[in-house]
């Protein structure tokens, strides 16, 4: 890939409790300096819509613990949408994930995804799942009519591995995220199958690419 197909598989991240409107500013602007996506929090949509509007906006529901009621899902969902999202990153419930509760988890991606006309990823929490868990997951999602599946939040005690972005990679396009701090880790990401990566680094990662490019 070239630099500028590198950089439109980023989405350059803030998502922690602190984030303030001008930290995601500073995102935006990096974003458009560099040629990658933003993923930012809900309630700063509107505002990034209006600050960069030639960048593609990705926001959270139900982050980051995948709890929230199913409507409280699909009413944030529409909320963001409306507020100018491009993309959605929504957690699924782990739990009942974990529980064997399929029916449950596939109905609630199923009223997210029929309440917007935008892609909606599904993230798993791989870190909290075993193989097992995982393709059922991603069995789920795809059922489900998901556009990708994407491994983490980046607030569990673990963030994505290259096992199970491959996994993943055979059922949906998916994204991987959670300390992706490097080109180098980032580069193992796609090659494992990656389509997206969503990474805090995003600037960092495209100068390391630039870098090993010119050595």
Same mark, same amino acid.
Do not use: Q
């Given at each position: 890939?070239?630099?500028?197909? *590198?950089?439109?598989?980023? $989405? ?12 995601? &500013? ?61 993309? *959605? ?16 988890? &596939? ?21 909290? *799942? $075993? ?7 991603? &069995? ?31 059922? *949906? ?22 389509? &997206? ?19």
């Amino acid at each position: 890939m070239d630099r500028a197909d *590198l950089a439109a598989r980023i $989405d350059h991240t803030v998502l922690g409790p602190e984030t303030e409107i001008e930290d995601v &500013r500073r995102v935006l602007d990096e974003c458009v300096e560099y040629g990658m996506n933003a993923c930012i929090p809900p309630c700063y949509v509107a505002e990034a819509s209006d600050h960069a509007p030639g960048v593609r906006l990705v926001t959270v529901i139900g982050f980051p613990h995948g709890t929230h009621a199913s409507a409280v899902k699909t009413t944030e969902a529409e909320r963001v949408w409306n507020d100018g999202a491009d993309e *959605l990153d929504m957690v699924c419930n782990v739990g009942r994930l974990r529980a064997g509760e399929d029916e449950d988890v &596939r109905e609630e991606i199923e009223e997210v995804v029929a309440a917007v006309p935008i892609p909606v990823k599904v993230i798993l929490e791989t870190a909290l *799942l $075993d193989e097992e868990g995982i393709d059922r997951g991603c &069995r789920l999602a795809r059922e489900a009519d998901a556009a990708f599946v994407k491994t983490s939040t980046g607030f569990a005690a673990g963030g994505a591995t290259t096992e199970a972005v491959s996994r993943m990679a055979d059922v *949906l396009p998916t994204k991987a995220s959670g300390g992706i701090g490097s080109w180098g880790k980032a580069e193992a990401m796609f090659e494992a199958g990656a389509e &997206r990566i969503g990474a805090s680094s995003g600037v960092t990662i495209v100068k390391e690419f630039d870098e090993a490019r010119e050595s």
